[in-house]
């Protein structure tokens, strides 16, 4: 029964630190994924709206891209960005076949996804695109 209650007593601590750090804006736009499945909407943050960038190190608009989206989240308090990295670890080149980039059928990359503060889904794929460039010149 002792340590059912010390299980229980951790989990709930960890729950909360977890709930803690998803509905704080970091300074920087989190990484997440790194080719695993991921359940983005864990990453929402209440009263926020939260821009999901589908990303790969070895694609070119996407590394083109990651400066504006960089001050975006830098210089809007009402912005998050997250950054949905589709390659694992160990695989060099775009990784198509990784569980997350299979998990949100992605077939080209910059890929969007925009949640509004309320946690509901805005837009997504090319919608997603011009909603977030168009922030960029604001």
């Known amino acids: 029964?002792?340590?059912?209650?010390?299980l229980l007593a951790f989990t709930t601590l960890l729950f909360s630190a977890t709930q803690a750090v998803a509905s704080a804006k970091a300074a920087k736009p989190q990484r997440i994924a790194f080719g695993q499945e991921v359940d983005i909407t864990q990453y929402l943050v209440p009263g926020k709206t939260v821009?999901?960038?589908?990303t790969s190190d070895f694609?070119?608009?996407c590394r083109a891209i990651n400066p504006h989206l960089d001050k975006l989240h830098a210089n809007?308090?009402?912005?998050?960005?997250v950054k949905i990295d589709i390659n694992r670890p160990d695989v060099?080149?775009?990784?198509w076949n990784s569980p997350v980039a299979q998990q949100y059928n992605?077939?080209?990359i910059p890929y969007f996804k925009v949640f509004g503060p309320d946690g509901t889904q805005l837009a997504d794929g090319q919608e997603a695109r011009q909603m977030v460039t168009a922030w960029f010149e604001e």
């Open 106 to 108: 992605m077939r080209s």
């Open 51 to 54: 821009v999901f960038d589908f």
């Open 92 to 95: 060099r080149g775009i990784d």
């Open 59 to 61: 694609c070119p608009p």
């Open 1 to 6: 029964m002792k340590r059912l209650l010390c």
């Open 76 to 81: 809007r308090d009402d912005v998050v960005v």
